[in-house]
């Protein structure tokens, strides 16, 4: 599978080096001479150095037989016409634009870029994450979010303790997707019992999930007097 | 005509006033606060600080009811993204924008957007001049 990656900061660098470790076919386009000069001497690969933007740097990059392009570059106005070129000049189905600043991830959707990354966003909700001790936190994030895992601990004060899983009341749009216990998964049937020290992973939406933090707001009161 | 000219470089701010005499309503949008002062206090138009291409600054700029867009920074990626949201998605009836690096301009015809190509325009120009010149 041959791939180009624009943009060789450190998210770029490490992708690189990544698919490079995989096996993949990557070429490397990035503005700054120095740079390059940098990755070169670490790691194999095909590097050009030239802007990302630029029609004719993209062919000498291999675009028209590519298969995926990362925009990985610091700008979001970069990112997103090499994403539209790559679209609209060359016909590639799988183009992926980081994002940097959050605001723009509506920018990007409207204009037809649907597979991004936030990096800014990733990053903030990893630290949000390590900051909420709720019982009932979001663990992943699909597709902006219009799926959320969310991840559910239960202690001794929880209202699942000792259910089954057919008798739980849950609202409409979320799915019990598989328990953790004693670090192995266990596959959720009706007849599952919720025990102390589970993990319960849900798949949700971020819509939902209130409703399910709300469920939880007496049944985990207390972890919730411990935070205050 | 109510128009909205992006960026307030020499260009932008030329414009913007020259517009504006000529009895049209201008808004200009730039990110930095010192080239919008630029304009000084005989331009009657309004002035707004913000990132170009965010929908918010653009919506306060008035693009949804704007006949003409300018986009004319010195960034061709800039000015290529406020004409795509211009667009795509605020449906602004007349687009045009600035080219700054010759070779660029495939890239806005690619994606369909309307330029003025000021590199070559004056080269034109400079080259006319000199060839007429020696009659």
């Not at chain 1, 991840?151 to 979320?174: F, M, Q, S």
């Not at chain 2, 924008?97 to 590199?119: F, M, Q």
Request: hydrophobic fraction near 40%.
């Amino acid at each position: 599978m041959k791939s180009i990656i624009i943009g060789g900061g450190k998210i770029g660098y490490n992708l690189l080096k990544t698919l490079k470790e995989r096996g993949y076919n990557v070429t490397l386009v990035e503005k700054d001479a120095e740079t390059c000069r940098k990755i070169a001497e670490e790691i194999n690969t095909d590097i050009i150095c030239g802007d990302g933007t630029d029609i004719s740097v993209l062919k000498d990059a291999g675009i028209l037989n590519a298969d995926i392009i990362a925009a990985v570059t610091g700008k979001d106005e970069e990112n997103l016409v090499i994403c539209q070129i790559a679209k609209k000049g060359f016909d590639i189905s799988k183009s992926i634009a980081r994002i940097n600043n959050p605001k723009n991830i509506g920018m990007f959707r409207s204009l037809g870029v649907d597979q991004t990354v936030c990096s800014t966003e990733v990053i903030a909700n990893l630290i949000e994450y390590e900051f909420d001790r709720d019982i009932c936190k979001i663990v992943q994030t699909f597709d902006r979010g219009s799926m959320i895992l969310v991840e559910i601990t239960v202690n001794e004060g929880n209202r699942w303790l000792g259910h089954y899983v057919k008798d739980l009341v849950l609202p409409a749009d979320c799915v019990i997707a598989s328990i953790l216990r004693a670090d192995s998964a266990v596959f959720v049937r009706g007849d599952t019992q919720i025990l102390l020290g589970d993990t319960i992973h849900m798949i949700t939406n971020r819509s939902t999930f209130p409703e399910i933090k709300k469920l939880f707001h007496n049944g985990g009161m207390p972890y919730a007097r411990q935070k205050k | 005509m109510f128009i909205v000219i992006v960026g307030c470089g020499k260009l932008g701010s030329t414009l913007s006033k020259d517009l504006s005499d000529a009895g049209h309503n201008i808004t200009v949008i730039d990110r930095s606060a010192e080239r919008l002062e630029s304009l000084g206090s005989g331009f009657n138009g309004l002035s707004i600080k913000g990132v170009e291409y965010d929908s918010g600054v653009l919506r306060e700029a008035g693009i949804t009811q704007a006949d003409y867009l300018l986009s004319l920074t010195n960034d061709d990626n800039l000015n290529i993204t406020v004409s795509l949201v211009a667009k795509e998605i605020f449906k602004v009836p007349r687009i045009i924008a600035r080219v700054n690096e010759p070779e660029k301009k495939s890239v806005y015809s690619l994606l369909g957007i309307d330029t003025i190509n000021p590199t070559e325009l004056i080269s034109y120009i400079i080259k006319s001049k000199l060839e007429g010149g020696k009659k």
